[in-house]
């Protein structure tokens, strides 16, 4: 399972990586900004899972999460939400916008697993 880690922070990226490291089953797809990860959804065939900052340069998170949504091909993609920003706005904004889940730095990696878990077990 390809999941893509969409974060402007390189150390958000390589600490997610470090977590699903023990899961062999997931190849880990990165992007830096909104705008590569809509090129990387249209470019790397078989990504079954988004991870998406809300604080991105180019493009932030919920403008990219509204283009995922736009388009056929990805309209159906998971994608969960990370954010510093926990306030119960921005998980009802996110979820409006399609996210179907959200994660309040800092990451907690059990939540983090169990979140993916949970949605990729609702895909099959």
Do not use: W
Request: proline share 4%; net charge positive; glycine share 6%.
């Amino acid at each position: 399972m390809k999941i893509l880690v969409a974060d402007d922070s390189r150390i958000i990226r390589t600490l997610i990586k470090k977590i699903l490291e023990p899961y062999e089953n997931y190849e880990i797809i990165e992007a830096s900004d909104g705008v590569e990860t809509l090129k990387k959804i249209k470019q790397v065939p078989g990504i079954g899972l988004v991870l998406m900052d809300y604080n991105m340069p180019n493009m932030n998170g919920l403008i990219t999460l509204s283009e995922i949504r736009k388009r056929k091909a990805s309209q159906f993609l998971p994608v969960i939400m990370i954010t510093s920003e926990g306030g119960s706005k921005f998980v009802v904004k996110t979820i409006k916008l399609g996210a179907n889940d959200f994660i309040v730095k800092p990451i907690d990696a059990v939540t983090l697993v169990r979140k993916i878990e949970n949605i990729l077990s609702k895909d099959k």
